[in-house]
């Protein structure tokens, strides 16, 4: 069973070892558990993913979990799950945060698939005035600009 928190973040099946490496500084930044979800598509000591969160790893608070079920499984009640996705949810500027929400972002070349979407609690969006032009953010970037958002929102900082 994982610590309870305020706010959460998780990456299924994430591919891209830099971006972790980003989302795990992010999270180190904001005092953020960060659950990976495997299959990941590197080994948890690559070298680009360490140099990624440079000498921040200490302060990263990371468990990895063999499987969607196994995650969920392991999340402290009461949680609920808001996927982050770049179509149908609610625009971040208007989604209303909780304490023990789980922050979910899916594969970079995939996102959620459908079935794991169906398992959430809700679904958030970051509204791009350029969307027809950029289809979506780099998701380290999109983790920083949601995790910040909902901690804000939280009084978290």
Known sequence: MLKPSPLRIALFEPRIPPNTGNIARTSAAFQLPLSLIEPLGFKIDDKTLKRAGLDYWPHVDITTHANFEAFVQALPQPFRLIACSRHQGASLSSFEFQQG????????????????????????????????????????????????QAGLKLGLW
Do not use: K, W, Y
Not at 110 to 121: K, S, Y
Not at 128 to 143: D, F, W
């Open 101 to 148: 929400d789980v922050l979910l972002f899916g594969r970079e070349d995939t996102g959620l698939p459908q079935d794991v979407r169906d398992q959430c609690d809700a679904i958030c969006t970051i509204p791009m005035r350029g969307h027809e032009q950029v289809r979506s953010l780099n998701l380290s970037v999109a983790t920083a600009l949601v995790s910040f």
